[in-house]
C-alpha cells in the first residue's frame, strides 16, 4: 500500500482522508438523530438543540486549542503565525473534552439536570471508527503514526520504517469498547449518562496509555500534551470512580409482611 492513499475519479485525485473525515461527521450525525428518534429523549427538544450547538461550538474550540498545544515548541513567532497555527493543528480527544465542557456550562445556565450524554456515546465512536480509517490513509502524512517497533504488528506506512499502526490499535479498541457498551445497555443497571462516562473515561484511559507508542513531545515530567489533557478528562469523572455506586441504578427491594 502507497501512504497517503486516494481515490482516483478521471484526472481528480481524492485523499481518502478527507472522504472518511467528511463520512465520519456525516454518518455520526444521523446516527444521532436515528437513537433520537427511536430512543426517545429525556431532554426537551430546546434544550437539546442548545446542547447540540455548545457541544459543536465546544468541539471545535478544544480541539484547536489542544491541537495546536501538542507542539507548543512550534508557539514561537507573531500573532499570525500562531493563529494560523492553531487554525491548523486539532485532534479528536481536545474535541470531546472542549465539546463536554461546552455542554456541562450550557446546563448549568439552562438549568437543566438530566445527563444528556448517552444519546452521543455510539454515534461518536462510529464517527471516530471511520475517522481513523482516514487517518491510516495517511500513514505517516497524519499524525496519528506510531514509533518503530519490530512487533508483528509493525506496518510500513510510507517511510520504509516498521512502525506501530496506531490508528488500527484505536479501532480495535473503539470496536471492543462498542460491543461492552451494548452488552453494558442491555443489562439496563445504569442510571442516564452511565454510558457516554465510561466511554469518554476509557477513550481517555486508551489516548494516555497509546501516547507512549507515538512520537511526542514531553511537557511536564515527560507527560505529553495529550497524556496530560487524558488526565484531565479521566479527572473530571474522579467522583464515579470514588463512589461507583452513582452509575448505578438505585433498586428498592421490598420484602412481603
Known amino acids: 500500500m502507497k501512504f497517503p492513499v486516494s481515490l482516483q475519479v478521471g484526472t481528480w485525485s481524492v485523499p481518502l482522508h478527507l472522504i472518511f473525515e467528511v463520512l465520519a461527521f456525516f454518518i455520526a450525525f444521523r446516527y444521532y438523530l436515528f437513537l433520537r428518534k427511536t430512543q426517545g429523549d429525556i431532554i426537551s427538544a430546546e434544550n437539546r438543540s442548545w446542547i447540540v450547538i455548545a457541544a ?9 486549542l489542544i491541537g495546536g498545544l501538542e507542539h507548543p515548541e512550534l508557539l514561537n513567532g507573531t500573532a499570525e503565525h500562531i493563529f494560523f497555527h492553531f487554525y491548523q493543528n486539532k485532534t479528536v480527544l481536545g474535541g470531546f473534552l472542549g465539546g463536554l465542557l461546552g455542554v456541562e456550562l450550557v446546563k448549568k445556565l439552562m438549568g437543566e439536570k438530566n445527563a444528556s450524554g448517552d444519546l452521543f456515546a455510539f454515534p461518536m465512536i ?14 505517516i502524512y497524519e499524525d496519528t503514526y506510531g514509533i518503530p517497533t519490530t512487533l508483528f504488528t509493525g506496518m510500513d506506512l510510507g517511510d520504509g520504517i516498521l512502525r506501530h499502526p496506531v490508528t488500527l490499535y484505536e479501532i480495535l479498541f473503539l470496536v471492543l469498547l462498542w460491543v461492552l457498551l451494548c452488552w453494558l445497555k442491555k443489562l439496563q443497571l445504569f442510571n442516564h449518562g452511565a454510558l457516554f462516562k465510561i466511554f ?22 515527560g507527560l505529553s500534551t495529550i497524556q496530560l489533557t487524558s ?15 452513582k452509575l448505578f441504578i438505585k433498586v428498592n427491594y421490598y420484602h412481603a409482611s
Open 126 to 139: 462510529a464517527g471516530l471508527i471511520i475517522g481513523r480509517l482516514g487517518c491510516f490513509c495517511n500513514g
Open 231 to 245: 488526565l484531565g478528562g479521566m479527572l473530571w469523572y474522579y467522583r464515579y470512580l470514588i463512589h461507583p455506586g
Open 200 to 221: 469518554l473515561f476509557s477513550y481517555c484511559l486508551f489516548r494516555f496509555l497509546c501516547d507512549y507508542i507515538k512520537p511526542h513531545y514531553g511537557v511536564i515530567f
Open 56 to 64: 459543536t461550538f465546544g468541539a471545535l474550540t478544544g480541539s484547536r
